[in-house]
């Protein structure tokens, strides 16, 4: 441990440890990892502060301070996060700060439209996260994730948009004609109009090494990432429609795709399957399993297991493309706002739902492209479209005033 860096101390299969380490990664929060069952010291340690037991992650802060399974509350908490925002109502709530939320807020509050952006994570969404976004129109060289996320977040506060990193949204419902979001906390925020942007999650594999080289080796969007791979062989995990076509896509690159899939048959429509087939370089390994991704900062290689036999053999692609599904993160809206049988937000030709004055744009919305630039593209267009629907209710409707605004208590939830 060094004095100046937070040390985490876990375990590989902890649940709360790949937690723990995914928040401080968003908040590009740098701290040492200790794997205790590799490290006699690191175990030793957690067994002394805490009491003998063996409870991960244990973790130690510059101050010498010490969390034991804390929750991501109480990390923000102990890290200065602001969990809380300075109002309790603003003309527009965007919920997600990827693309598509920080676009619509900087859009929003440049014409003067009081804006709070809530997100659960780190600011900039999935495309901060990613290693480079080589794609995103007005960069020639490409540009790091952490980079974007940065620019972005500056020029929406250029405008005055409040962001309230660190706090998830857990619940919306309509008040007359205000819109309340409910967050993890306990608190509750008011305004005219709410964008969803809280974009999608790509199944992960969950095996272990897998959170560890994402963006290094193991890669979700092939659109985004295949050009990286010009003539090296690739793997791809999936049997999917989107695996195959993928690894179409995939063989404009790489010199050799493999497709692993877990049945004893891909369960891609007959005509993707047909292409795949067809194609001479595309292999299929039916009956496997990926089992470990391992590496040293970067992929090197994957060990697959043979689902029949137990057999276990390491590979080394130059990559891994994993095209297992895509969840919206939307749950926190069912019921509220209409989506299709996978949960992605349904909206008009206005980005509108079919809630009033609830809009959704980029990845979490049914139909998107799942690309940073038409996120950014759909987050103008609702900023554009929530200007409109906001302009006859400021008119017709008593504004509140900036000094009544987080005085007035908002009314308790409808059932
Ligand atoms: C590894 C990787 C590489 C990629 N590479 C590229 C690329 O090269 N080029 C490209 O164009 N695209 C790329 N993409 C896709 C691109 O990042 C997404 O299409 C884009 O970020 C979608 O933007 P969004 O704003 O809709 O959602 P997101 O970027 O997903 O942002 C949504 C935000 O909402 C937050 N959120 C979710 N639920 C809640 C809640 N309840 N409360 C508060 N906050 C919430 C999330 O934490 C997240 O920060 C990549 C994606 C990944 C994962």
């Known amino acids: 441990m060094t004095d100046t860096m937070i040390t985490m101390y876990g375990t590989l299969w902890c649940g709360d440890c790949k937690r723990a380490k995914k928040f401080l990664g968003e908040q590009r929060i740098q701290y040492d990892y200790v794997d205790v069952e590799h490290d006699a010291d690191g175990l030793a340690f957690i067994e002394r502060v805490n009491s003998g037991k ?87 060289e490409g540009v790091s994730g952490a980079e974007f996320a940065d620019r972005l977040r500056a020029q929406a506060e250029r405008f005055g948009v409040e962001i309230l990193a660190a706090q998830e949204a857990t619940g919306i419902r309509m008040d007359g004609d205000y819109c309340v979001v409910r967050t993890a906390d306990g608190g509750e925020y008011g305004c005219w109009a709410i964008l969803l942007a809280t974009g999608s999650t790509y199944r992960r594999l969950g095996v272990p090494g897998e959170d560890d080289f994402i963006g290094a080796g193991v890669h979700f969007c092939a659109t985004c990432d295949a050009p990286f791979y010009r003539d090296k062989e690739v793997l ?42 067809s194609d001479p370089k595309i ?11 391992r590496g040293d900062g970067r992929l090197r290689s994957v060990v697959l297991r043979d689902t029949r036999t137990g057999e276990r053999r390491e590979i080394t692609p130059a990559g891994v493309f994993v095209f297992v599904g895509l969840t919206p993160n939307t749950g926190f809206v069912r019921g509220k706002v209409a989506t299709d049988e996978r949960g992605f937000i349904l909206t008009d030709a206005g980005l509108q739902t079919n809630a009033p004055g609830v809009f ?55 059932a």
């Open 283 to 293: 292999d299929v390994l039916t009956d496997v399993v990926v089992d470990e991704f």
């Open 54 to 140: 063996q409870i991960v992650p244990t973790i130690v802060f510059p101050d010498g301070s010490i969390l034991v399974e804390p929750s991501n509350a109480e990390l923000a908490v102990k890290l200065g996060l602001t969990t809380a925002a300075k109002r309790q109502f603003y003309d527009l709530i965007v919920v997600g700060s990827g693309p598509a939320g920080l676009t619509a807020a900087l859009y929003a509050a440049r014409e003067g439209i009081e804006t709070l952006v809530i997100e659960q994570g780190g600011v900039g969404g999935q495309a901060g996260i990613t290693e480079r976004l080589d794609n995103f129109p007005g960069f020639p």
């Open 360 to 414: 959704a744009a980029g990845d979490c919305r049914a139909g998107s492209t799942n690309q940073a630039a038409s996120a950014a593209g759909e987050g103008a267009a609702a900023a554009l479209a929530i200007r409109r629907y906001l302009e006859p209710l400021a008119s017709g409707l008593p504004r509140r005033a900036s000094a009544e605004v987080g005085t007035e208590p908002l009314t308790a939830p409808a």
């Open 236 to 277: 791809v995990v999936g049997g999917g429609n989107s695996a195959g076509e993928e690894s179409i896509f995939l063989t404009k690159f790489a010199s050799k795709v493999t497709i692993a899939v877990r049945g004893d048959r891909m369960k891609a429509s007959q005509v993707v399957r047909e292409s795949v087939e």
